[in-house]
């Protein structure tokens, strides 16, 4: 028996399987009891049989014993399990025991069967070990001796399994919302099958408050969050699988034709399972998420390609549609490299040292005297200077998006007090800023900051908002940092205006000071065309609501003329000047800044 007990005992060290290990268990005691069929079978959570090993017993046998409930008449094994004891059914013909199952066995010739429950040292019952007879028959004083050997082999091999799977369950399981986590995702994919298009898809979500409401109700609320969002992705998603990546990623393996048929409408049903409001220790947190997805699409060799083109459509969708769904296309992965490139390349710009501002006059059209100037974003490669549209898309990065907002008001700051050491007669300066900007709560100390140092008070200042940003981002917060900047005495200007939502009911409840009518109006002008019609109205409305009104784009005496005639009394446009350094800025100041007793700096018609 010595010898029984280490072959067993080298192999629970070795780290075989557990059903390897109870099938090696079953062979040695067969080779000790030839007559003997053994079976070594587990219980699960659910109380339901398993069988594990039973290397001379049917595999019939064994496919209809897995899942059966224990219970007091559930052969031996599961009757064993139930009452904690052992089962001895000396005659399977006659033992009521056996009631429903005498017909599976039987037939195979098994007769007798001897079963002791296997319990662990916290009194649980694990399994059973079993003998069967093809004679009617109990158990023997050796077969008993064995069995007392063989039962604390398994409790030790059944403790080494539960002690890995709990260490498999730490590894892939996420302790916080209980769901798989980023390395079992990582397995998950490297087991997909990629050789047909279509049959799965994924979906990766990152929500969009977790930091606010960490900022403002603290961790704990945080993390209710986060179980919530898993919580209710999984019910959503019941059939599929949901991962938690970390931080606020989660990831969704779509699997089931119903999901994979319509990605847009299996997004929009996560979207609304998040919806709802939740209670997060007595605060009231709506999840908010955006999503992007990805399906195996032709020539996706690799699991990897969807991961990252998933990952490609939630970058998008957090710039363009942020709170909601992207699917990826082709040609996303590009626009996307070129934005990360854009990024990279401001970003180097600004660390050293070669982002710039230039200078664009504000002019009044009947004398052309300049009475204000629009700061432009520049950067210098090179010898090149390159006009802030070929950066664009490096805005859509918050971070970024804010640090050229700073340098720039650094750099302004400076060159307007240059231009009043000079003696000037300097007026205003219009600088733009994003809605990274206002969302990032900062920009009034970053305007402070930047002028209280140079020392230039702030109505010389101008700040320049889009039209798309001010009215298009669905978020009250824009509007309400807008007013308190107002409130504080700077004037706001509502850029390219007509380009995005052009609703004059907006001037009702958006007040700003200064409208600048887009470009594209500007080049439409005609005498009696629409776009005068329109501009004329503005100019009167303008100016019964105590708005300025500046026309943008002007290239043509034609243009000018007409908004002359209109009543329109300043503009801005390549027939006066072109963007300029500061050096011939300040040149363009000496000779034609407007003379000192014109009030206010801003007009329009009608008023004084």
């Known amino acids: ?42 219980v699960d959570p659910a109380g339901k049989l398993r069988p594990l090993a039973g290397p001379g017993m049917s ?38 025991r056996w009631e429903g199952y005498r017909d599976l066995a039987l037939p195979l010739g098994l007769r007798a069967c001897w079963s002791s429950p296997i319990i662990d040292s916290r009194g649980q019952v694990m399994g059973t070990f079993a003998f069967y007879y093809r004679e009617p028959r109990g158990p023997t004083d050796l077969e008993r001796m064995i069995v007392r050997h063989c039962l604390p082999l398994a409790v030790i091999a059944f403790d080494r399994h539960q002690r890995v799977v709990e260490h498999e369950r730490r590894a892939f399981t996420d302790a916080l919302t209980g769901l798989a ?50 919580e209710r992705i999984s019910a959503a998603m019941e059939r599929e699988r949901t991962f938690r990546l970390g931080g606020d990623e989660f990831a969704i393996l ?41 399906i195996l699409a032709d020539g996706d060799c690799v699991a990897e390609r969807v991961r990252q083109n998933a990952d490609f459509a939630l970058y998008h969708a957090k710039t363009v549609n942020r709170g909601g769904f992207v699917r990826y296309w082709p040609g996303l992965g590009t ?15 600004l660390r050293e040292g070669r982002i710039d501002a230039f200078y664009q006059p504000v002019v009044r059209l009947d004398t052309r005297e300049i009475v204000g100037l629009e700061a432009l974003c520049r950067m210098r490669i090179g010898d090149r200077i390159v006009p802030a549209a070929h950066f ?93 900047l107002r409130a504080q005495g700077l004037r706001v200007a509502l850029d390219d205006f007509g380009t995005g939502y052009a609703s004059l009911t907006h001037l009702l409840t958006v007040p700003v000071d200064i409208l600048k009518i887009d470009k594209s109006f500007v080049d439409r002008l005609a005498a009696d065309n ?69 009030k206010p700096e801003l007009r329009v018609a009608g008023k004084s």
């Open 59 to 96: 595999q019939e046998y064994f496919l209809a014993a897995d899942g059966v409930p224990i219970g007091p008449n559930a052969g031996s094994c599961g009757t064993a399990a139930f009452l904690r004891r052992e089962v001895a059914a000396v005659d399977i013909a006659t033992d009521p």
């Open 254 to 294: 779509l699997r089931t034709p119903e999901s994979l048929r319509d990605l847009e409408r299996t997004a929009e049903r996560v979207l609304l399972a998040l919806a709802e409001p939740g209670d997060c220790g007595g605060h009231v947190v709506i999840p908010r998420t955006t999503i992007g997805g990805a």
């Open 335 to 349: 626009s996307i490299t070129r934005r990360l490139s854009d990024i990279r390349d401001v970003d180097a710009a």
């Open 181 to 230: 986590n980023r390395a079992a995702f990582n397995i998950a994919l490297g087991a997909l099958d990629c050789t047909t298009p279509g049959n799965w898809a994924l979906l990766v979500l990152d929500l969009d408050n977790l930091k606010v409401v960490n900022d403002t109700f603290g961790h704990a609320a945080g993390d209710c969050l986060l179980r919530i969002v898993g």
């Open 530 to 598: 629409a776009s005068m019609a329109i501009i004329e109205g503005l100019i009167q409305i303008a100016g019964k609501l105590d708005i300025r009104l500046i026309a943008e784009g002007i290239e043509t005496e034609e243009q000018a003329d007409h908004l002359a005639r209109a009543g329109c009394v300043l503009g801005q446009g390549y027939l006066y000047a072109r963007p300029a350094d500061r050096d011939a800025t300040t040149a363009l100041l000496i000779e034609r800044a407007q003379r000192p007793g014109y």
């Open 392 to 484: 664009h898309e490096a805005t859509s990065d918050v971070h970024v998006a804010t640090a050229l907002t700073r340098r720039m008001m650094a750099i302004v700051a400076k060159d307007v007090r240059r231009w009043l050491d000079m003696g000037i007669p300097f007026q205003h300066v219009g600088i733009n800023v994003s809605s990274a900007d206002i969302h990032g709560g900062t920009l009034d100390r970053t305007l402070t900051a930047a002028f209280e140092q140079e020392r230039v008070p702030l109505r010389h200042v101008i700040l320049e908002i889009t039209e798309t940003v001010y009215m298009g981002e669905g978020d009250r917060s824009v509007r309400k940092a807008v007013e308190a």
């Open 1 to 42: 028996m010595l010898q029984f007990q280490n072959i067993i005992l080298e192999t629970i060290a070795r780290g075989d399987t557990l059903a390897s290990t109870a099938t090696r268990l079953c062979v040695e005691a067969e080779k000790l009891l030839p007559d003997v069929i053994c079976t070594l079978i587990a």
